[in-house]
């Protein structure tokens, strides 16, 4: 539905109708993040404020350009082969009025010499779904390409746990085999998962309960997604050993996963520990992890060999970090506070300093502090525990590490305005991406105050453009609803001013 916004907003919703399939900002690429992870482990790639940042297979380009506007000093290309979706990115961009992206259909084999090399290089759902091939080049184009201190994040399908996968992958493509569109053999694949499934249930085995979570992921996913990955005609899935043996062979180092868990390093179960100790090599730790949690998808960081990643992190890096916290903080019995990370962690607030932390932290509602103040306001004899445990739960998932601070705006001015990506996307969608990098759903009332905050229009003026879109609401119930609408909106990262 398209929104009707109130005069001198010049955002106009001409790219709407030329959607035919989603493309998404992914936040575990925002250049931030593996600039701070990149950091970690000793290397130095250069501020994505000012940075060369590539993203291969960028689709639609809503990834790339959600870092143009983020960055706008940044340089950003965008390459996919598919013409089609370039032509809809480049009017995201051209309506954005972006002068810092470039978007071309190419193959990523024909990216030219003259683009020279780039600090970060993203390829996100790129090297399972290409022909090995491909695969090859685009491990040899990063080789190429990276800047001497510069990254690659590159995630894939990862075994063991697509080798289960795969089994449903068979059946669904034997069942749709010969389907007359994508939308009928989108169609076919979910009918013979849920017949399947339904046959098997009764029986309690391992094989019918795989099954039943398999149809759980994929139905409420779009055909877009289960024709790209369960059914996409290349489908590789690697074991990280496999992984990294590729990049190696094209002058690249790993680095990490950006999900620190996959390393296991809190509360390994204790029948790992003897496999675990028996190897320095941390890619065959991981690998044992992955046997142990079935993974079945990875974004690894790699990086050129000859700037190696460093392979214990200094605890006293940990002083010129800034943190994100991952942590809800929720009233637990008897008033005391928990602190969980969904479907990662709890903790109860027992350690004052680290509830301290994550209580500040969680004002912030989703930036980042610096560490440094927190650590120096400690006795000397309790800093290195504390940092200790920070790093602990940075590899548990509570905390992200950051060399530079991720900010935004969180007061209004009286005339408001929106991230200006956000109020684009505000104009022609449901959804809009934070300065996060996250996908923020919307509902009608905050499109319409989202579309209307444009340094122009005052909290009068936008109660009158949201009350279309407020029935069975008075004016006077807007006008007090609105301030506080605004406020998650600007706690939640889609407000400039
Ligand atoms: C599975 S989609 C992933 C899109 C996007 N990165 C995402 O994760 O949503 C793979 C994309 O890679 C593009 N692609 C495939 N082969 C390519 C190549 N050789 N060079 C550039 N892009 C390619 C496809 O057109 C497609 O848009």
């Not at 305005?417 to 009332?445: D, H, K, T």
């Not at 229009?457 to 949201?466: M, P, R, T, Y």
Request: aromatic residues 6%; contains cysteine.
């Amino acid at each position: 539905m398209e929104l009707k916004v109130l005069q001198n907003n010049e955002i106009s919703g001409d790219a709407y109708d030329a959607m035919p399939y989603a493309s998404y900002p992914y936040p575990e690429t925002n250049p931030l993040l593996l600039q701070g992870l990149a950091g970690l482990y000793g290397l130095n790639p250069a501020s994505p404020s000012k940075a060369r940042i590539l993203e291969i297979g960028c689709a639609e380009g809503m990834n790339i350009i959600g870092m143009a506007a983020l960055f706008p000093h940044a340089e950003c290309v965008g390459i996919d082969m598919s013409a089609r979706q370039i032509e809809t990115a480049k009017r995201h961009a051209a309506t954005l009025a972006l002068t810092n992206v470039k978007l071309e259909a190419i193959s990523l084999s024909d990216i030219p010499q003259r683009w020279g090399q780039f600090d970060y290089i993203i390829a996100h759902g790129m090297l399972s779904w290409v022909a090995p091939s491909i695969q090859e080049k685009l491990m040899e184009m990063c080789g190429q390409r990276l800047a001497p201190q510069g990254v690659a994040y590159i995630s894939f399908n990862a075994l063991p746990g697509w080798h289960m996968v795969r089994m449903v992958r068979d059946m669904m493509l034997f069942h749709a085999e010969g389907a007359p569109s994508p939308e009928a053999k989108a169609a076919c694949a979910r009918d013979i998962l849920q017949r399947i499934t339904a046959m098997t249930g009764q029986r309690g085995t391992a094989y019918s309960t795989f099954l039943q979570s398999e149809q759980d992921t994929i139905k409420n996913k779009p055909d877009a997604y289960l024709l790209h990955d369960h059914l996409e005609e290349n489908n590789h899935a690697f074991y990280l050993n496999d992984f990294v043996k590729l990049a190696n062979a094209h002058g690249l180092a790993y680095v990490a996963d950006t999900d620190l868990t996959t390393q296991g390093k809190v509360n390994p179960p204790p029948e790992i520990l003897p496999l675990l100790s028996a190897t320095q090599d941390r890619v065959r730790q991981e690998q044992y992890i992955d046997f142990i949690t079935s993974r079945r998808f990875r974004s690894a960081l790699v990086c050129r060999v000859d700037a190696p990643p460093r392979t214990e992190i200094p605890l006293e890096i940990l002083r010129h970090m800034h943190v994100l916290s991952h942590f809800k903080v929720d009233a637990g019995q008897n008033g005391a506070k928990v602190l969980n990370v969904p479907g990662k962690l709890a903790m109860n607030a027992s350690d004052a300093d680290m509830a301290a932390l994550i209580e500040q932290l969680d004002k912030k509602s989703g930036q980042s502090m610096p560490l440094a103040p927190f650590i120096d306001a400690l006795p000397i004899a309790g800093q290195k525990a504390f940092m200790e445990k920070v790093m602990m739960l940075m590899f548990a998932g509570g905390f992200t590490l950051l060399q530079e601070p991720m900010q935004h705006c969180s007061a209004l001015s009286q005339r408001p305005v929106a991230f200006p990506l956000a109020r684009y996307q505000a104009s022609v969608q449901e959804w809009a991406m934070s300065q996060r990098m996250e996908v923020r759903p919307l509902n009608m009332m905050e499109r319409a105050a989202l579309c209307n905050m444009d340094g122009y229009h005052d909290l009068v003026q936008i109660v009158e453009a949201v009350k279309p879109y407020a029935p069975g609401k008075s004016e006077s119930d807007i006008a007090a609803l609105l301030p506080e609408l605004m406020q998650k909106l600007a706690r939640d990262g889609l407000v400039a001013g």
